[in-house]
């Protein structure tokens, strides 16, 4: 079974920058896609950002330019940049690894953007 573990999140200013860290481990299969995505209160969960085992990268209009995704096979990670936060950045941070016609999910970790 898939596991997924974040780290990483907290609250920062305005203008600030975090790094998510996302661990997976369990049942991994050579080809997958990881990807962080984000949720609000009364607000469906989207994606921010994705990367697949090809190094094949997609971001939500809102962050490009400012997040940046990468993964590291070897250790089975992947990792979210966010630079330039914004106040409209604040959201549970979730992360997931899709592979196989199969959808895992980390616990969620809090960011919080504050001027």
């Known amino acids: 079974q898939v596991q997924l573990v974040e780290s990483g999140g907290g609250l920062v200013q305005t203008g600030g920058s975090l790094r998510l860290s996302c661990a997976a481990s369990?049942?991994?299969?050579?080809?997958?896609?990881m990807g962080w995505y984000r949720q609000t209160p009364g607000n469906q969960r989207e994606l921010v950002a994705s990367?697949?085992?090809?190094?094949?990268?997609n971001y939500a209009d809102s962050v490009k330019g400012r997040f940046t995704i990468s993964r590291n096979d070897a250790k089975n990670t992947a990792i979210l940049q966010m630079n330039s936060l914004k106040d409209e950045d604040t959201a549970t941070y979730y992360c997931?690894?899709?592979?196989?016609?199969?959808?895992?999910w980390g616990q969620g970790t809090q960011v919080t953007v504050s001027s």
């Open positions: 990367t697949t085992t090809r190094g094949n990268t």
């Open positions: 369990g049942g991994l299969r050579r080809i997958n896609v």
């Open positions: 997931q690894l899709y592979q196989y016609g199969a959808t895992y």
